[in-house]
């Protein structure tokens, strides 16, 4: 069974940067693509980023385009989200997810999800 981890999450500052990790254990990531999600109080879960499994296509949420870059190390069983000049509007649970090999820009397609890391962006 496939298991996803998140880490890097934190406080910091408006215009700065984070680099999110979702770790994968229990089975090979490479046949599966991975979204970023995340989800602010009060408001529904929202696709930020995906990458399918051989890592060829990536996508991006006009929120985020331009500012955050997914990437991944099928090696190292890890997928990353580079967050830069965040906002204060970035400032959610962050969560990764899994689907087989293509992604999906329906959230209830993804069948593992990881516990979620909170970003806060804030002075």
């Known amino acids: 069974q496939l298991q996803l981890v998140e880490s890097g999450g934190g406080l910091v500052q408006p215009g700065g940067s984070l680099r999110l990790s979702c770790a994968a254990s229990?089975?090979?990531?490479?046949?599966?693509?991975i979204g970023w999600f995340r989800q602010a109080p009060g408001k529904e879960r929202e696709g930020v980023s995906c990458i399918q499994n051989s890592g060829s296509s990536t996508n991006y949420s006009d929120s985020v385009k331009g500012r955050f870059t997914i990437s991944r190390d099928n090696a190292k069983n890890t997928v990353y989200l580079q967050m830069n000049s965040l906002k204060p509007e970035d400032t959610a649970v962050y969560y990764c997810?899994?689907?087989?090999?293509?992604?999906?820009?329906?959230?209830?397609?993804?069948?593992?999800w990881g516990q979620g890391t909170q970003v806060t962006v804030s002075s």
């Open positions: 229990g089975r090979a990531l490479n046949y599966y693509a």
């Open positions: 997810a899994a689907i087989l090999f293509h992604c999906s820009d329906s959230v209830r397609s993804y069948n593992a």
